[in-house]
């Protein structure tokens, strides 16, 4: 039993596997060829064309689909910036609107005890003029019931202009002594 | 039915010369021959007188690995056909279906030849040379295929069909070179120095490095020669000598040895079926790395 291959191959009596048959490498450029030339002109065209347009419309989705997500996403940015400056305007509205009810309450407050105060001085004023009123009226009274008891007194009649002045100017200064000490 | 077949072999096995020879039988098998065995019997296969082209003596016969290339072709072609069949109706159908069944697979295998084999490779405007590298591709994974089915023969496996197509893509490297860099610049690929070089260190680089140059181009070609022949040849004349292992255990009445060289020569046909692909891919890769290389030389 010979192993050598090479040996067999060698002797030429056996088929042989290394050697180069010319004829048969012109009909694998043949078969090639042709296989090459039918390829291209009924199966490439197709395949690749078709594949490569169906990749292209692919991309073109994805990239539409890009497109409108950050479309979205822009208009979902922009309109919580707008949520978020409605609810500041609505926060500062109400600020506003407290800031002012506060001022009013001041104010109000502020006039009603100003106007508590004037009608307070007002009544006092009115009584003090009352009083001084009172106190004029009184005195004149007092005039009036002494010149009438020392006319009794005197017996004759004390209503000259004279009299009349010598008992306010004494009524006066009583009274300015009371007066103070009254005040 | 294994009692019936054990005389048969046992009597195949004595035919030839009382001895079973398992090296006449591999290399019977290896071989290129201008015949068929078929289970119907041996097919005589059409022999052509010799023609003489110039110094050349040119054998035109039709021989079975010529015969098993043109069922590869027409295999290939055949598939790749429907599947075009397929995209255009699914183009006709309606933009948004893609290709159903099987031409989907096929559709995958195109186009992960396209994008990882020929653009990846082959870089920016690869697109002219997609075609070559699926054609090559699928043609050189048939005649792989072929040597796998029972009384088929892989052409793949013969020096002659290997050097042709390996010869093929050396042109299609060359031109693309000559095209693509122009006389000066193709020519820089063999004659080569770096620019800027005194011309006294010229000289020396030019006589070191052209012979350098120019056997890169020619080894490319002769690799993918060797490497697709020799991973062909050396996986089929492992199956056979297990199977011729099978034989000489029935003639030699040791039937318990068979399980052990089957379990074997199955293993190592998975492993062909394998290395059918892993083959084409390489051939395919390498074209579209030489394609790529020279394009972008220096």
Known sequence: ?183 | MMPSVLPMIRAAASEEGGEFDIPSMILHHLADANEWATPFGVIPLPQFAPVQVGPLTIDFSITKHVLFMMFAAFLVALMLILAARDAKRSREAGAERGPKGAANVVEAMVLFVRDEIALKNIGHGGERFVPYIVSVFFFILFCNLLGLVPWGASPTGNLSVTMALALITFVIVEVTGMRELGTKGYLETIFYAPHGMHWAMRLPMYVIMTPVEFLGKLTKPFALTIRLYANMTAGHAVVLALTGLMVIAVSANALWVIPAPLIMAVAIMVLEIFVAFLQAYIFAMLSAVFIGLIRHAH
Do not use: C
């Open chain 1, 1 to 183: 039993m010979n192993l050598n291959l090479l040996a067999i191959a060698a002797a030429g009596t056996e088929p042989s596997i290394f050697g180069i048959n010319v004829g048969v490498s012109f009909w694998t450029f043949v078969i090639f060829i042709v296989l090459s030339v039918v390829l291209a002109k009924f199966a490439f065209p197709p395949i690749l064309g078709y594949a490569a347009a169906r990749e292209q419309r692919i991309q073109d989705a994805l990239d539409e689909a890009r497109r409108q997500r950050e479309e979205t996403e822009k208009l979902l940015e922009q309109q919580r910036q707008e949520l978020q400056n409605a609810r500041l305007e609505a926060q500062s509205l109400i600020a506003e609107g407290k800031h002012a009810a506060e001022r009013v309450r001041t104010d109000m407050l502020t006039r009603a005890k100003a106007e508590q105060e004037e009608l307070v001085t007002r009544a006092r004023q009115d009584i003090e003029r009352d009083r001084q009123k009172a106190i004029e009226s009184l005195r004149r009274e007092a005039v009036d019931i002494a010149l009438a008891a020392a006319g009794k007194l005197v017996g004759k009649r004390m209503d000259a202009p004279e009299d009349r002045r010598l008992v306010t100017e004494y009524l006066k200064s009583v009274d300015s002594a009371n007066g103070a000490g009254a005040a």
